[in-house]
């Protein structure tokens, strides 16, 4: 009985509509019994105590305002910040590219007025997205600085004592390095276990290794899926694309008529099986890793993804106007995966 009245609980905090949020999340989770209070903090795992999930509420109307908060300048910056590294020639003229990524215990605002204490690669939900192209030699010195074991699990081919699943002790510290190779859309992500509280708690990224011929110019985007159990019984309460909930509704992604579009998108999202991306009035093409240069895409509407699945997503968009896209599943796009494309 106790099972069916958690998704009860969890599906009619869908009905209760978007103005009382953020009151009854912090009604739930700090303080039972009240609805007061503006700002909320999401309990860590360390203190949840075993309580019944609260019943707090979005809507397909919901309106995210004009408030430009940390979380949403969090967001914005994941959308199209590469991060190339540091680059120097060996002494036989092969480049190399050397990154540093600390782990940090800190606190992510996920929608305005609610935080979540998180895990993160250099302080951020999704991590910094590591870019280089197929032949550069990688060197990514990982630092430890919170007071659990991590490590950083890199998708592609690497040597074994490169895969991360040595754990990297608190206040320690070790050097990944490997030529990056193939060409395509990776990931990467701690492997520590339970490794469902590692990926929840927001230990991810993606990781872009650009073929040596370059791809076709293009108007490019990072974008990685996932979502928040805020109170850790298991089942999320929010769902978002790059950390922050109706991010792209509140500030829709920005392109041209006519301009080629090229989104690398990943799914990070626990707990649920499978995540997907779905786009309003239009089709794309979308290449699955996009590792093959000769592989046929999909041309679609709509793909599936399950954890760590991730590839190309190629839009041209043919006339001006606002382009939905969100999950298609519908509780996914009333608690946060929901945004715009806006063509001028």
Known sequence: MADRNKQVSRRNFLKAGAAGTAA??????????????????????????????????????????????EGLKMAREALTSFDYGKVSQSADGRTIREYEMTALDQEIEIMKGVKFPGWTYNGTIPGP????????????????????????????????????????????TFTYEFEAKPAG????????????????????????IDPKKPRTPAKEFSMVMNGYDLDF?????????????????????????????????????????INSFHLHANFFHYYAIGADPEARPYYTDTIVLG???????????????????????????????MGFFEAE
């Open 233 to 273: 019984d298991g089942e999320n309460e929010v769902y978002t694309v790059n950390g922050y909930a109706f991010a792209y509704m509140q500030e829709p992604v920005k392109v041209k008529v006519g301009e080629l579009v090229r989104i690398y998108l990943s799914n990070f999202l626990e707990f649920d099986l």
């Open 129 to 172: 997205t590591i870019r280089c192209t197929e032949g550069d030699i990688l060197r990514i010195k990982f630092s430890n600085a919170t007071s659990h074991p991590h490590s950083i699990h890199f998708h592609g081919i690497h040597p074994t004592n490169m895969d991360g699943l040595e754990q990297v002790p608190p206040g320690g």
């Open 24 to 69: 009854l999340i912090g009604g739930a989770l700090l303080n039972p019994g009240s609805l007061l209070g503006s700002t909320v903090k999401a309990e860590s795992h360390d203190a949840h105590n075993g309580a019944e999930p609260g019943s707090h509420a979005m809507q397909h109307g919901y309106d995210p305002g004009t408030e430009v908060t």
């Open 307 to 337: 954890q760590g699945e991730r590839g190309l997503v190629e839009i041209v968009f043919p006339t001006p106007g606002k382009y939905m896209f969100h999950a298609h599943v519908s509780e996914f796009t009333e608690l946060g995966w």
């Open 185 to 208: 859309m990776m990931v990467y992500h701690c492997h520590v276990q339970p490794f469902r509280h590692h990926l929840h708690k927001g230990m991810y990224g993606n990781f872009i």
